[in-house]
């Protein structure tokens, strides 16, 4: 799981969970794959990201003050701050771990890279 | 038409006649006005107007008219009536008025004289000798016998218990006739008897109850039928000749109102153009149906009860445990076997996906294998499925980004994905409710402007000559022959032919050497044959998932296509 994918992910699914956002992360093994830069790609991608969000998904996975707090200005022309938002949202990937649903506290595994957001039959 | 006549009076004779106190108002017929005038020349046009008490006569000759002006006005009687018929010269003849062109329905067919002035005396002698037996209901507006099966005026709809009498066999030369022309052979006959004055509502026969094909025989009176389009509301009146055969089918009998205004006398259009009254006499007529066995599969949805009846009415406990038999369960044990046949992507699903942008996010719900993620490599695709199979093999191919989550709750945010794309998936939702869920979440995550495709399985495998991919599969690639599941749950589909049931199972046979033992653990309920898992597939109908799509807020269908055997929609969030 990216943390671009964790950044779209929420736990509304579930009953009485309102926003469900953003998901807290403990990560049991991450590992980082090399993936081709594409600027135009990660500047469009950084318009939809929750940047809090992904700070704080860097957080829990202890790259503190990593990334700016905020999005930069004029970051379309920013190589430094494009490659590093692209570093994050795309090549960092939870392998095992959960997701923490921020309202309930309910856990969603994460298994080989694939988080499972299948609520049960009563959570829903 | 408006028609100013002050303005075309004329205090001198022409060869133009208004007949101040004769028209189809107040029930002139046109032979009536024109046996009157014919004595004094050759009549060159007479119009008469809907709804008007006067009408306009004129001849050939100027002295043809002076001369029945002199004879005529003030002093001839008008029928029986006390008043006499008064005249006056016009300047110059009505503008022959256009006539407001009339849609007629489609699919509906009249034939005229088709029976004999023999055959329909036998048939009202019968008809009538039956009126005083048994089984004859007297409804407000007319009375009515039933045969084979009792119609129900009121919910218009068929009591499937069968009378103790069928169709008299002296209806069989009828029959015959409706054969030639293609028709099924009925198995239900109501007899109606009008007197003038007496009419029928306006009704659509219920789709679930009959066939497609009613048929109506006029005997002892012309009628006009009033037609109203259910859908655009547009009317149009009919006059079916006595003798003549009235088919509706298709639009005519699915999306149109039908009925009998009821009164005395019926404007008609005249023979030689114009109009003129029709005085109505005892009708009879016999209208021949055939009752339906299996849902109604036509395509006007909006108006068809069957597709609200004929979706089985599972619990949500039943609809949990056959999703989970026979969807879930299925797609963990075929996966490999699965994904090993599915692999190119369809050329229309990938166009659409190619038409984003670069950046743009796609969310692919129900992704399966994944075959839609390496369409385009400017996207970001995230896929969801239920089966941890299928997502396994997407993650193994590529890191593809996926997440196990169901349909119809989505684990995305509201308004994130530019695109979505949901291929061969609602069709396995049990209900309508879960399918429309399904869609409703989709616009839910798109953002505004975003646009969505759709693709179900459709019932129809063939339209017109066009077999689709799947009828036209290899039969060596599964064995075409009909198995017996006993124990299934529902109606089992037989490979490679066009469904007959909207919901069924669909047999998927495992080629072994594509398989493990471990997926064998996991069985739909084909207890005869081990290898065979049993798909639940709920096979769309023309416009089905369109109006399904009616139901979503905030969406516009951009458009709607048959591909290979599936309905789709695109839609756009608006």
């Known amino acids: 799981m990216k943390l671009l994918t964790h950044n779209i992910l929420t736990s509304k699914c579930l009953k009485g969970v309102t926003v469900g956002y953003p998901l ?68 960092i990937e939870v392998m095992n771990g959960d997701l923490i649903c921020p309202e309930t506290g309910r856990k969603f595994p994460v298994t080989d890279g694939i988080p499972n957001m299948l609520a049960n039959e009563d959570e829903v | 038409m408006s028609v100013n006549l002050l303005d075309n009076f004329s205090s001198s004779p022409t060869n133009v006649l208004c007949l101040i106190n004769a028209g189809l108002l107040n029930g002139f017929t046109r032979e009536e006005i024109l046996d009157i005038f014919e004595r004094f020349g050759d009549v060159e046009n007479l119009i008469m107007l809907e709804g008007k008490s006067y009408c306009v006569l004129s001849f050939k000759k100027e002295n043809n008219s002076a001369e029945s002006y002199q004879k005529l006005n003030g002093s001839f009687c008008l029928k029986d009536e006390s008043k006499p018929l008064y005249l006056c010269f016009l300047k110059y003849t009505l503008l022959s008025f256009q006539e407001t062109s009339k849609v007629w329905p489609t ?42 099966f009792e119609f129900l005026y009121g919910s218009n709809k068929v009591d499937k218990n069968p009378l103790s009498s069928g169709i008299p066999v002296e209806m069989e030369p009828l029959i015959e006739k409706f054969m030639e022309f293609g028709l099924a052979r009925p198995n239900q006959l109501t007899v109606n008897h009008y007197v003038p004055g007496q009419g029928i509502p306006l009704h659509t026969d219920t789709h679930s109850s009959f066939e497609d094909g009613i048929i109506s025989v006029s005997l002892g009176s012309d009628i006009v039928m009033d037609f109203k389009n259910n859908k655009g509301g547009e009317c149009v ?31 008609v259009d005249a023979e030689l153009g114009g109009l003129t009254i029709l005085r109505r006499e005892k009708r009879t007529s016999l209208t021949f149906r055939k ?16 597709l609200s009846s004929k979706i089985v009415d599972f619990s949500e406990e039943a609809a949990d445990q056959i999703e ?84 119809r709750v989505s684990p995305f945010r509201d308004s994130i994905a530019d695109a979505a794309i949901c291929i061969a998936v609602i069709h396995h939702l049990t209900t309508d409710e879960r399918r429309l869920k399904t869609l409703i979440d989709i616009s839910r ?32 690639e599964v064995s075409s022959r009909a198995e017996a599941y006993p124990t299934a749950v529902l109606p089992v589909h037989e490979n490679r032919t066009n469904f007959k049931h909207a919901d069924i199972l669909v047999p998927w046979k495992l080629n072994f050497r594509n398989s493990n033992s471990e997926e064998l653990e996991y069985r ?38 048959y591909d290979q055997g599936n309905w789709c929609v695109e839609f756009k969030k608006e």
Request: overall charge neutral; glycine content about 6%.
């Open chain 2, 324 to 407: 989970k038999n026979h969807v879930f369960h299925v797609y963990d044990g075929i996966a490999s076997h699965f994904s090993a046949t599915r692999h190119s992507p369809w050329p229309n699903v990938k166009s659409f996906i190619m038409s984003f942008p670069v950046g743009s996010l796609l969310v692919d719900i129900g992704c399966g294998n994944g075959k839609y993620f390496n369409c385009s490599s400017s996207l970001f695709n995230i896929g969801t499925d239920r089966s941890s199979q299928l997502l396994k093999i997407c993650r193994n191919r590529d890191d593809h980004q996926v997440v196990k989550a169901d349909c």
């Open chain 2, 524 to 561: 739909g309920s084909s207890e005869s044959n081990p290898s065979t898992y049993l798909r639940f597939y709920h096979v769309f109908k023309e416009g089905e998932l369109e109006y399904l799509c009616s139901k979503v807020s905030n969406i516009t269908v951009c458009r709607s296509f």
């Open chain 2, 445 to 476: 995550v798109l953002v505004k402007g975003g646009r969505a495709l759709i693709y179900v399985w459709a019932r129809d495998q063939q339209i017109g000559i066009e077999k689709s991919t799947y009828l036209l599969q290899k039969k060596s």
């Open chain 2, 237 to 267: 009146s009919i006059t079916l000749p006595r003798r003549s055969c009235l088919i509706m089918t298709n639009e005519s009998r699915y999306m149109w109102s039908h009925g009998i205004t009821p009164r005395k006398s019926d404007v």
């Open chain 2, 107 to 148: 699919g509906l067919i009249l034939k005229k004289n088709f029976i004999s002035l023999g055959e329909e005396e036998k048939l009202l002698f019968f008809t009538h000798t039956q009126q005083s037996e048994s089984q004859t209901s007297q409804l407000k507006h007319r009375t009515v016998k039933h045969y084979g």
């Open chain 1, 24 to 91: 807290g992360i403990v990560a049991k093994e991450v590992k980082v794959n090399e993936v081709d830069f594409n600027p135009e790609f990660i500047s469009r991608m950084i318009q939809k990201v929750d940047w809090p969000a992904l700070c704080k998904a860097a957080e829990n996975l202890g790259h503190t003050d990593e990334l700016p707090q905020t999005v930069v200005d004029d970051y379309e022309n920013n190589e430094e701050f494009l490659k590093k938002a692209h570093h994050f949202l795309m090549e």
């Open chain 2, 291 to 306: 009752i339906r066995t299996s849902e109604c599969d036509c395509k006007f949805t909006e108006w068809c009860d069957s």
